[in-house]
């Protein structure tokens, strides 16, 4: 039973079903709008840092090795031993001082005490040249972060220029490029870099005094090594990248336009690389160091008596019964380093590649 | 198919040629000669050195005769103790070989079990345990591991022996070689393993109705393993320069630390013979493991 | 068992996932029947529902999806209550499917033949002993030639076309009641899809079986098809024959469909394509899901999911338009 009001209308029955009429009003743009929600829209770079940020190991990780940098900026401003420096006391050598275990004195800084005087703590012991564990090991981590930010440097820089020359370019170019690639890419790298290092330690001389003959012959020879063959694995990665954008209809769209070569490579598939590049220049770090500890632990690494993690590691092995501090710290060293490095990689590997997807 | 072996046979000899090349003239560009160095040679042993290695011929030449007498057999003769190299080799390669094919075998085997376990229990107790285990052990370098296994088992528990030719204990050595490459496998295979389970014939072999451990072991397993044997060349690699330094604090005669103790005491002639040694052996390994992977995966292009 | 209504009657499902952002209802109350020997088509965009409700039939749902609500009947039997393991004999017996791309689709490392004579060895009673034969009599079916050198072949060395007849083999293989389609001629060159459609045609005359036919071609679907469903936003707006959808679409986003696509209706006019975006599955509003992105949109479109009418007999829409026009005729006829 349907009854009407005035107009004519089927008036609404408290109990029926029926609709409110005015509900048949056109909705509005901005009616519409509302229910239209996207989701949160965010730039590739804001997503892929609140990913990392989630992610626990990494950030740890990150803050792990924060510390150690600050460590090893702040510790040898503190104490008062250097890294090659013969532990004396009131300007006498201290013989006494041989492989002290941490944080004991020799007898005769133990008289230095008794006497009233202040003696910074050996916070590691000393080794077998009377010198100070602790700032030993310090020196031995800046050398293994040094190496290996610079060899990354350097294996991203000649990488890229290599890879994208190849890349973009193309055709006989870029099958020649790729030959050399190939060739030395089927070389044993750790058998090349043994090889070159033993011959540079006898074929280069610096001049003494300068920056070169303090890094030691070793060091110029590891990053000599380093630009001479790791950078081919980053280069067929760039270049792998470069060929894949290259395809892509937004860089036929800015030819179009008369964009240029480099404005090109610049501005839209360097952008486009970048994930990889970053991701793939966090994990040649770990790598580079594990390189130079194992050559400085078989004695190819920086020349003594600049520390190196490996070498101590090596020098550790005498008296390994008696002293296993002395193996600890540097092993403990590397690997918290390495570790932190690696996790952080993966981390930022989960977080920015792109065809990485939950 | 057999023009595809031959023509990587061929590249092989070519690339061990190459360092055989590189590292004879490596060698020489020594200043000095490597065969006078600091040693107060006499004159007669130089005079023998000179005959031997043909040293006053020019060095192309002194090269292809090198060449020729490697293929032969003759190593030439180490600067530190006169003997044969070859000899030493053929003393010292067996117990590496003991060494680094239990290591290989651990390490690829165990690790495509963890990793495939670990896929499968993904986000589960198992998967954390291995993923956190593995993590670790990337982290160590061979040379810490093995003086950190040295100390604790063999100097401090004394649980076991310190190697020699009476007591030939490979246990700490094999561990201590193998644990970074089996890290690394497990965590190579257990991605792997994800990504085949991921793939759209996995579902159509669900709407077929297979079992769900056929599926894993039947259609994700073969492709998984794909990843895995690639990187076996690598792995193995690996596992020779990390024998160097395993042999080196395990004191174990093997070829590696002869190596290093030919770097140690600047025993040119010993370094160039193990370097070619080492370095052809590497190739070969490359190429098993080449042609082992194109008979995984049909998808090869015999090119 | 033996005295059912339909084949398959898909009742009110609904079907979500969890993701890292939050549940998507990706089918929100789909109901359809399917009948022997009939064809039914699901049309939609991507992200319309129409391959999950497809998997939610099989319980193929990848691992983060399940049925929330809502049940699956095949032949008299709720399959949705049914165990893994009796899913399991059903998947590839009674009810097969076929995928879009039959290079992924296919295992790389595994010959043709060895993937078709899996399903007969687990499946079929009839082909247990020999199940060589059938697969190469399944080949011969589907058109392939030289069938004893396929079946020794890898999926990489047959052609686009070649794939998917050997996927469609090996989904009719044991003889399933039901064949469903997702897709099947998406990756394919408009001169292999004419010959695929034309197969999959033959064999249901010759096999009998129903068939599911998802996809987003109008053109596909107005061939094959007894029945239409439209889907937008994991619901349906519309279903009929295939002459009443395409002459006489009721609901908006299949008139905007029709619009948008060239048909010898059009030729000669500008494609009107329907504005905005896809839906996002996130966040579903609360009335039609369609609401946001349709010129009639009225208030009440915002507020509340429109009922299903009958237009006619064989044409059933749910759109709040066609509800007020009814209400319209409803009246006029009164105050007549």
Same mark, same amino acid.
């Given at each position: 039973?349907?009854?009407?009001?005035?107009?004519?209308?089927?008036?609404?029955?408290?109990?029926?079903?029926?609709?409110?009429?005015?509900?048949?009003?056109?909705?509005?743009?901005?009616?519409?709008?509302?229910?239209?929600?996207?989701?949160?829209?965010?730039?590739?770079?804001?997503?892929?840092?609140?990913?990392?940020?989630?992610?626990?190991?990494?950030?740890?990780?990150?803050?792990?090795?924060?510390?150690?940098?600050?460590?090893?900026?702040?510790?040898?401003?503190?104490?008062?031993?250097?890294?090659?420096?013969?532990?004396?006391?009131?300007?006498?050598?201290?013989?006494?001082?041989?492989?002290?275990?941490?944080?004991?004195?020799?007898?005769?800084?133990?008289?230095?005490?008794?006497?009233?005087?202040?003696?910074?703590?050996?916070?590691?012991?000393?080794?077998?040249?009377?010198?100070?564990?602790?700032?030993?090991?310090?020196?031995?981590?800046?050398?293994?972060?040094?190496?290996?930010?610079?060899?990354?440097?350097?294996?991203?820089?000649?990488?890229?220029?290599?890879?994208?020359?190849?890349?973009?370019?193309?055709?006989?170019?870029?099958?020649?490029?790729?030959?050399?690639?190939?060739?030395?890419?089927?070389?044993?790298?750790?058998?090349?870099?043994?090889?070159?290092?033993?011959?540079?330690?006898?074929?280069?001389?610096?001049?003494?005094?300068?920056?070169?003959?303090?890094?030691?012959?070793?060091?110029?020879?590891?990053?000599?090594?380093?630009?001479?063959?790791?950078?081919?694995?980053?280069?067929?990665?760039?270049?792998?990248?470069?060929?894949?954008?290259?395809?892509?209809?937004?860089?036929?769209?800015?030819?179009?336009?008369?964009?240029?070569?480099?404005?090109?490579?610049?501005?839209?598939?360097?952008?486009?690389?970048?994930?990889?590049?970053?991701?793939?220049?966090?994990?040649?770090?770990?790598?580079?160091?594990?390189?130079?500890?194992?050559?400085?632990?078989?004695?190819?690494?920086?020349?003594?008596?600049?520390?190196?993690?490996?070498?101590?590691?090596?020098?550790?092995?005498?008296?390994?019964?008696?002293?296993?501090?002395?193996?600890?710290?540097?092993?403990?060293?590397?690997?918290?380093?390495?570790?932190?490095?690696?996790?952080?990689?993966?981390?930022?590997?989960?977080?920015?590649?792109?065809?990485?997807?939950? | 198919?057999?023009?595809?072996?031959?023509?990587?046979?061929?590249?092989?000899?070519?690339?061990?040629?190459?360092?055989?090349?590189?590292?004879?003239?490596?060698?020489?560009?020594?200043?000095?000669?490597?065969?006078?160095?600091?040693?107060?040679?006499?004159?007669?042993?130089?005079?023998?050195?000179?005959?031997?290695?043909?040293?006053?011929?020019?060095?192309?030449?002194?090269?292809?005769?090198?060449?020729?007498?490697?293929?032969?057999?003759?190593?030439?003769?180490?600067?530190?103790?006169?003997?044969?190299?070859?000899?030493?080799?053929?003393?010292?390669?067996?117990?590496?070989?003991?060494?680094?094919?239990?290591?290989?075998?651990?390490?690829?085997?165990?690790?495509?079990?963890?990793?495939?376990?670990?896929?499968?229990?993904?986000?589960?107790?198992?998967?954390?345990?291995?993923?956190?285990?593995?993590?670790?052990?990337?982290?160590?370098?061979?040379?810490?591991?093995?003086?950190?296994?040295?100390?604790?088992?063999?100097?401090?528990?004394?649980?076991?022996?310190?190697?020699?030719?009476?007591?030939?204990?490979?246990?700490?050595?094999?561990?201590?070689?193998?644990?970074?490459?089996?890290?690394?496998?497990?965590?190579?295979?257990?991605?792997?393993?994800?990504?085949?389970?991921?793939?759209?014939?996995?579902?159509?072999?669900?709407?077929?109705?297979?079992?769900?451990?056929?599926?894993?072991?039947?259609?994700?397993?073969?492709?998984?393993?794909?990843?895995?044997?690639?990187?076996?060349?690598?792995?193995?690699?690996?596992?020779?320069?990390?024998?160097?330094?395993?042999?080196?604090?395990?004191?174990?005669?093997?070829?590696?630390?002869?190596?290093?103790?030919?770097?140690?005491?600047?025993?040119?002639?010993?370094?160039?013979?193990?370097?070619?040694?080492?370095?052809?052996?590497?190739?070969?390994?490359?190429?098993?493991?080449?042609?082992?992977?194109?008979?995984?995966?049909?998808?090869?292009?015999?090119? | 068992?033996?005295?059912?209504?339909?084949?398959?009657?898909?009742?009110?499902?609904?079907?979500?996932?969890?993701?890292?952002?939050?549940?998507?209802?990706?089918?929100?109350?789909?109901?359809?029947?399917?009948?022997?020997?009939?064809?039914?088509?699901?049309?939609?965009?991507?992200?319309? #529902? $129409?391959?999950?409700?497809?998997?939610?039939?099989?319980?193929?749902? @990848?691992? +983060?999806?399940?049925? *929330?609500? %809502? /049940?699956?009947?095949?032949?008299?039997?709720?399959?949705?209550?049914?165990?893994?393991?009796?899913?399991?004999?059903?998947? #590839? $017996?009674?009810?097969?499917?076929?995928?879009?791309?039959?290079?992924? @689709?296919? +295992?790389?490392?595994? *010959?043709? %033949? /060895?993937?078709?004579?899996?399903?007969?060895?687990?499946?079929?009673?009839?082909?247990?002993?020999?199940?060589?034969?059938?697969?190469?009599?399944?080949?011969?079916?589907?058109?392939?030639?030289?069938?004893?050198?396929?079946?020794?072949?890898?999926?990489?060395?047959?052609?686009?076309?070649?794939?998917?007849?050997?996927?469609?083999?090996?989904?009719?293989?044991?003889?399933?009641?039901?064949?469903?389609?997702?897709?099947?001629?998406?990756?394919?060159?408009?001169?292999?899809?004419?010959?695929?459609?034309?197969?999959?045609?033959?064999?249901?005359?010759?096999?009998?079986?129903?068939?599911?036919?998802?996809?987003?071609?109008?053109?596909?679907?107005?061939?094959?098809?007894?029945?239409?469903?439209?889907?937008?936003?994991?619901?349906?707006?519309?279903?009929?024959?295939?002459?009443?959808?395409?002459?006489?679409?009721?609901?908006?986003?299949?008139?905007?469909?029709?619009?948008?696509?060239?048909?010898?209706?059009?030729?000669?006019?500008?494609?009107?394509?329907?504005?905005?975006?896809?839906?996002?599955?996130?966040?579903?509003?609360?009335?039609?899901?369609?609401?946001?992105?349709?010129?009639?949109?009225?208030?009440?479109?915002?507020?509340?999911?429109?009922?299903?009418?009958?237009?006619?007999?064989?044409?059933?829409?749910?759109?709040?338009?066609?509800?007020?026009?009814?209400?319209?005729?409803?009246?006029?006829?009164?105050?007549?």
């Amino acid at each position: 039973m349907v009854n009407y009001d005035e107009n004519g209308t089927p008036k609404k029955n408290k109990l029926s079903l029926q609709i409110d009429l005015s509900k048949f009003e056109p909705a509005t743009e901005e009616e519409k709008k509302q229910q239209d929600v996207m989701s949160k829209s965010s730039t590739f770079f804001k997503d892929g840092m609140r990913k990392l940020r989630k992610n626990p190991l990494a950030m740890a990780s990150m803050i792990v090795l924060v510390l150690i940098i600050v460590l090893i900026i702040v510790a040898p401003l503190v104490i008062p031993y250097g890294y090659s420096e013969i532990l004396s006391v009131n300007g006498k050598r201290d013989k006494g001082a041989k492989n002290l275990a941490p944080f004991t004195y020799s007898k005769m800084e133990q008289k230095y005490i008794d006497e009233g005087n202040y003696r910074f703590p050996h916070v590691f012991g000393t080794d077998e040249q009377c010198r100070d564990y602790f700032v030993r090991v310090i020196y031995g981590t800046r050398v293994s972060l040094i190496v290996g930010f610079f060899a990354s440097l350097i294996v991203l820089i000649i990488g890229m220029i290599y890879g994208s020359i190849s890349g973009y370019l193309g055709g006989t170019v870029d099958l020649i490029m790729m030959r050399i690639v190939d060739i030395i890419y089927s070389l044993p790298d750790m058998l090349m870099v043994i090889l070159l290092s033993v011959v540079f330690k006898e074929v280069l001389v610096f001049p003494d005094g300068s920056i070169l003959a303090k890094l030691g012959t070793n060091m110029v020879s590891l990053f000599i090594v380093f630009g001479l063959l790791y950078w081919v694995g980053m280069a067929r990665l760039i270049r792998g990248q470069i060929l894949s954008i290259k395809e892509n209809d937004y860089v036929l769209a800015a030819r179009t336009v008369g964009a240029k070569a480099g404005r090109i490579i610049r501005s839209h598939i360097l952008p486009n690389c970048l994930s990889v590049i970053i991701i793939s220049t966090a994990l040649q770090i770990p790598s580079a160091i594990f390189t130079e500890s194992y050559l400085s632990f078989i004695g190819l690494g920086v020349q003594a008596p600049m520390p190196s993690l490996g070498s101590l590691a090596n020098a550790a092995r005498q008296g390994l019964q008696t002293y296993p501090y002395k193996l600890v710290f540097p092993a403990l060293a590397i690997c918290l380093i390495v570790l932190s490095l690696n996790l952080l990689g993966d981390g930022m590997r989960d977080a920015f590649d792109p065809k990485l997807r939950r | 198919m057999a023009r595809y072996i031959i023509k990587r046979v061929i590249l092989a000899v070519l690339t061990v040629f190459i360092i055989s090349a590189i590292t004879f003239f490596l060698m020489h560009a020594i200043p000095g000669g490597p065969f006078n160095k600091e040693k107060a040679l006499s004159q007669a042993t130089i005079d023998a050195l000179n005959q031997r290695y043909n040293l006053d011929k020019p060095l192309v030449e002194q090269f292809f005769i090198y060449i020729r007498e490697l293929l032969k057999g003759d190593f030439g003769v180490s600067l530190k103790n006169g003997r044969e190299i070859g000899q030493i080799i053929g003393e010292s390669f067996p117990i590496s070989a003991r060494l680094g094919f239990t290591a290989v075998a651990f390490a690829l085997v165990l690790g495509t079990i963890l990793g495939s376990l670990a896929a499968l229990t993904r986000n589960k107790l198992p998967d954390r345990i291995i993923i956190f285990f593995s993590t670790l052990f990337t982290a160590v370098p061979s040379f810490v591991l093995a003086t950190l296994l040295l100390l604790i088992f063999c100097i401090q528990l004394q649980w076991l022996p310190v190697w020699s030719t009476q007591t030939p204990n490979y246990v700490l050595p094999v561990i201590a070689l193998a644990a970074y490459p089996m890290a690394y496998t497990t965590r190579l295979a257990k991605t792997s393993m994800l990504d085949a389970l991921d793939q759209d014939y996995i579902r159509t072999a669900r709407a077929k109705g297979v079992a769900h451990w056929k599926i894993i072991f039947k259609h994700a397993l073969r492709n998984s393993l794909i990843p895995v044997i690639t990187y076996a060349g690598p792995e193995i690699a690996y596992i020779i320069t990390g024998s160097m330094v395993v042999e080196t604090v395990f004191t174990i005669g093997g070829i590696g630390s002869q190596f290093v103790s030919a770097i140690t005491n600047r025993d040119y002639t010993m370094i160039m013979a193990t370097t070619i040694f080492l370095a052809a052996l590497m190739v070969v390994a490359n190429l098993i493991c080449d042609l082992l992977y194109k008979a995984v995966d049909p998808r090869i292009k015999y090119d | 068992m033996d005295n059912y209504e339909h084949l398959l009657s898909v009742q009110n499902l609904h079907t979500a996932f969890t993701t890292d952002n939050g549940t998507v209802q990706a089918v929100n109350g789909v109901s359809f029947n399917l009948d022997k020997g009939k064809t039914l088509g699901i049309v939609g965009e991507s992200g319309s #529902g $129409k391959s999950v409700t497809a998997y939610s039939v099989m319980q193929i749902l @990848s691992e +983060n999806g399940r049925i *929330t609500e %809502g /049940n699956v009947v095949f032949k008299g039997d709720n399959i949705t209550k049914w165990s893994e393991k009796q899913m399991r004999s059903f998947r #590839g $017996k009674n009810c097969s499917i076929i995928f879009q791309d039959p290079m992924t @689709s296919l +295992n790389p490392v595994f *010959t043709v %033949g /060895n993937q078709i004579m899996e399903g007969i060895r687990l499946h079929s009673t009839q082909y247990q002993s020999s199940p060589k034969e059938r697969a190469l009599e399944m080949l011969k079916l589907v058109g392939i030639n030289e069938p004893e050198k396929r079946l020794k072949q890898y999926p990489y060395e047959l052609s686009g076309g070649m794939r998917q007849r050997v996927m469609i083999a090996m989904a009719l293989a044991c003889e399933p009641d039901i064949l469903i389609a997702d897709e099947p001629t998406t990756a394919l060159d408009v001169t292999i899809q004419a010959q695929i459609l034309e197969l999959m045609q033959d064999l249901q005359a010759h096999m009998g079986m129903a068939i599911i036919m998802v996809t987003h071609d109008l053109g596909v679907i107005a061939e094959m098809c007894d029945e239409i469903i439209v889907m937008y936003g994991g619901r349906i707006c519309e279903r009929g024959t295939a002459d009443e959808i395409f002459y006489n679409p009721k609901h908006e986003y299949t008139k905007g469909l029709l619009r948008s696509i060239p048909s010898g209706a059009n030729m000669k006019q500008r494609l009107i394509p329907i504005s905005g975006t896809p839906i996002n599955m996130l966040n579903m509003p609360k009335g039609c899901a369609f609401c946001p992105r349709c010129d009639s949109a009225m208030k009440i479109c915002l507020e509340q999911i429109p009922d299903e009418i009958s237009i006619n007999e064989n044409h059933k829409a749910s759109c709040w338009v066609n509800i007020r026009d009814e209400q319209k005729k409803e009246k006029e006829a009164v105050t007549t």
